[in-house]
């Protein structure tokens, strides 16, 4: 058991003194890098060190660093040297990293991380052992609930991430002192605290990094937000989808247990606290913090209006204060930095860094943690290194499906929640998904409603049927049957939706629509007018054809599966238009560019 | 999962003994109803009206929450259920195509089972892990960068 300060100091000296003599190896051994065989990797040196027996090398498994284009990623530490990482290993890459061990001498880095991130959520994600308490406490983690517990008053407290100016990052961006305020204000007998780890986002995966690679700095922060509200029992509503972050998170609660760091008198005060994790199970809505409530008290997770607001009657009707996980990252930071510290990154409005989760087309897919204000190009052609294949950059969708997309008209704005605003889209979660010159916008958003049709909960007629009628009208154009009539359409079915749904899903739901509308409205012509996909994704508006390229070496007619390819051996094909189903494999296989698609 | 797909009372056994293990019964439906999932490995109406006797809760009222949730399932999943990602990142990086291949391979549509009872298919949203898109999984396994062409040898693995 923990009672002072010193009692941490010590545990983390211990590990440092014991870990810096020694060599160390870590294995990125997140969703991502499992996925891409860091197991495997991980067994490898496991193996060796067995085998030779040699007790100065320590394996250590941990989260991500965020660089998923490169799995498995390890990185690896010789005493009194600069880590090194390596990217895309295999055995026989690990092989010649642990010969190089073995003779003390590690090339450099393969690895080119770009100056322009800076890290405070993801600090510790893929630089430590999730699964052990020392490790965390080594980079000071439960140092600010000591400091809080011991030195602040519930107030003063609030204060701090008042003056921080610590938005809220599940979407809204709501100041996060206020928020605290709010549930410090209520009065009540019993009081929650929550963590939504529902991350329902298609296409981001932030808070599964935290919690996969630093639990304890989420739980070191609900603790320090349950002093400071008056609260003593926390509740991490966590997808089902995520097992190895459950995984996680239970390991790093019992080890917080046995510490004394979570439970009964804690530091010697008299503030308790106990954490516990509900599941979710598979409903995006049930990431908006009123069904998220409902779906914690088991019943289906149907939003309600609002207010009353959680901080006044939230789980069993008490006050209670909803954050999303990348919020709660950062508070250690700011308790032990001060607000002042994190107020000078960032901007004015938006303080400190935001992670993304970059994706699609980008050549640098992976988790990024920027200052708020760094500019999309920053993002994409910087720390992302550009279009794959060097393609044309198109548009990027930030916000999910709740979000709108930006064109390279918009790759200089500085981002942070307003200005996404103000460009039609907004910062959501910080999904962030690049698309290049072979995505059709119209089918991006045909997409996206489709996604929202599926989630919505049907409790409201503007959501559940409005955003039907949206994705039918979506989906008649890229069949080719849409009108100019429909264009118009599509936007005032979009507003009303916009203004009469009841939650923020309904809400936001036509925002792809209308932004992609807005931006791309002549894509949305060429389908309507010509019949066209420029992008030529919409299979009902492409066509095949062979062209006088052909040498006649029948690869294409052998793939095809509906037999609609005929032709000679050393002649040119042709191609019967009603028996083809635009499935694209003659396109992918042949090898002269014959084929024409358009 | 010792139980998979099966009804059996040793099953019915070790998810009264999990009811009976939890401080509350208030608002834990969902709970029992992951615990009676991970058991049986779906949630056939015995179990469902086993559910709603033990917590003293309307039939109505946990099939209603059933259907809520993507999550449960009342048909019998495959000895090898696939979920193919149809999260953002993986559908702008072709998760599509190997839906359709996957169709064409197992000769199903999603949300069914082969007849032999090896596969089923699923598409889910988002399994995380956007860098290594398009995503799929078999049972716990997760396959990234997945192209078409690889489907049919990923496939053999589990024949
Ligand atoms: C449809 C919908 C889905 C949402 N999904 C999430 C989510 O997955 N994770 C999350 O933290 N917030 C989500 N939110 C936002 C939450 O309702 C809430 O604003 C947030 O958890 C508050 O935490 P913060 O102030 O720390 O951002 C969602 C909102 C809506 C309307
Ligand atoms: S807007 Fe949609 S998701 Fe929200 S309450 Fe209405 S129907 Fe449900
Ligand atoms: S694959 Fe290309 S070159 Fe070969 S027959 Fe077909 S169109 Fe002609
Ligand atoms: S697109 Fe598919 S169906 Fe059409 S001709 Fe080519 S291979 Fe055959
Ligand atoms: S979109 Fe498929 S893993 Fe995220």
Redesign the pocket.
Known sequence: MLKTIEDLKQIKNKFLEKNNEKIQIKVSMATCGITAGADSIYEYFKDEIDRINNNKIVLISTGCMGLCHSEPTIEVTLPGQKPEIYGNVDVKKAENIFKDILYKKVKESDIIISSKQKKIVLRNCGFMDPENIDDAISKDAYFALNKVLTNMSQEEVINEIKKSGLRGRGGGGFPTGLKWEFAYKNKANKKYVVCNADEGDPGAFMDRSVLEGDPHSVLEAMAICGYAIGSDEGIIYIRAEYPLAIERLKIAIKQAEDYGLLGENIFGTNFKFKITLKYGAGAFVCGEETALIHSMEGKRGEPTLKPPFPAEAGYWEKPTNVNNVETYANITAIINKGSDWFRSIGTEKSPGTKVFALAGKVKNVGLIEVPMGTTLRDVIFDIGGGIVGNKAFKAVQTGGPSGGCLTKNELDTPIDFDTLKEQGSMMGSGGMIVMDENDCMVAVAKFYLGFTVDESCGKCTPCRIGNKRLYEILEKITDGKGTLNDLDLLKDLSNTIKRASLCGLGKTAPNPVLSTLDKFYDEYEAHVKDKKCPATVCTNLIKFT?TDK????????KVCPTDA?L?RVKE??YIYQERCIKCGS?YN????N??KKA | MKCTNQVKDSCFRELKDFIDSLETKKGELITVLHKAQEIFGYLPVEVQEFVSEELNIPLSEVYGVISFYSFFTTTPKGEHPISVCMGTACYVNGSEKILDELKRELGIKVGETTQDGKFSLDVLRCVGACGMAPVMLIGKKTYGRVTADEVKNILKEYK
């Open positions: 062979i052909c040498i006649g070496c029948t690869m294409c007619a390819i032709g040119k094909h003659c296989a042949c090898r002269f014959a084929i």
